[in-house]
T-cell receptor, first 115, second 109 residues
Framework: NAGVMQNPRHLVRRRGQEARLRCSPMKGHSHVYWYRQLPEEGLKFMVYLQKENIIDESGMPKERFSAEFPKEGPSILRIQQVVRGDSAAYFC?????????????FGPGTRLTVL | GDSVTQMEGPVTLSEEAFLTINCTYTATGYPSLFWYVQYPGEGLQLLLKATKADDKGSNKGFEATYRKETTSFHLEKGSVQVSDSAVYFCALGAQKLVFGQGTRLTINP
């Protein structure tokens, strides 16, 4: 059973460009979470999605950031008009439905660098 | 809101030393508690968890006990190895995990 997959692993963008980060959850997992890790800091929750639904986006910046988890295909975190402060590692996690939902499995992350 | 405070690092120990990394939390209710480990350039791996008071999570020689009275979940290992060098994160929650700032651990041979 493959783990959580994220791509790209490294992404370089210039200020003002768009960044698209992809996450494929583990097989059988219907819950996806996105976290951001700034250098030398812990992870900060951004958004929690189930298929076609955003359940909790309380950690998402109000502007420029959006996330989706369509019926088919990976979850996408989209950052429009990137700024230098968006440089960070973005981690996706997934969990199965039901009682084991509190155990999240993390992907390797996408390291975004904004020039 | 909920929060997690971890022992500040970095922590440097010799191989076979005893390890403690302190973690305390504030939370409403009784959330699950976790320790995650992050090796260089990689994502987080779940090390152990506890879901209710007095539960002890254990894995790979690491242990942590959910202490409601002291709101703590300290990580311990009796004899560390060089391969344990990593960053360790304490976390709480369910759908929305709240993480501590991480403790970088280096084990010297």
């Amino acid at each position: 059973n493959a783990g959580v997959m994220q791509n790209p692993r490294h992404l370089v963008r210039r200020r003002g460009q768009e960044a698209r980060l992809r996450c494929s959850p583990m097989k059988g997992h219907s819950h996806v979470y996105w976290y951001r890790q700034l250098p030398e800091e812990g992870l900060k929750f951004m958004v929690y999605l189930q298929k076609e639904n955003i359940i909790d986006e309380s950690g998402m910046p109000k502007e420029r950031f959006s996330a989706e988890f369509p019926k088919e295909g990976p979850s996408i975190l989209r950052i429009q008009q990137v700024v230098r402060g968006d440089s960070a590692a973005y981690f996706c996690a997934s969990s199965p439905p039901g009682a084991s939902r509190d155990e999240q499995f993390f992907g390797p992350g996408t390291r975004l660098t904004v020039l | 809101g909920d929060s997690v405070t971890q022992m500040e690092g970095p922590v440097t120990l010799s191989e076979e030393a005893f390890l403690t990394i302190n973690c305390t939390y504030t939370a409403t209710g009784y959330p699950s508690l976790f320790w995650y480990v992050q090796y260089p350039g990689e994502g987080l791996q779940l090390l152990l968890k506890a879901t209710k008071a007095d539960d002890k999570g254990s894995n790979k020689g690491f242990e942590a006990t959910y202490r409601k009275e002291t709101t703590s979940f300290h990580l311990e290992k009796g004899s560390v190895q060089v391969s344990d060098s990593a960053v360790y994160f304490c976390a709480l929650g369910a759908q929305k995990l709240v993480f501590g700032q991480g403790t970088r651990l280096t084990i010297n041979p």
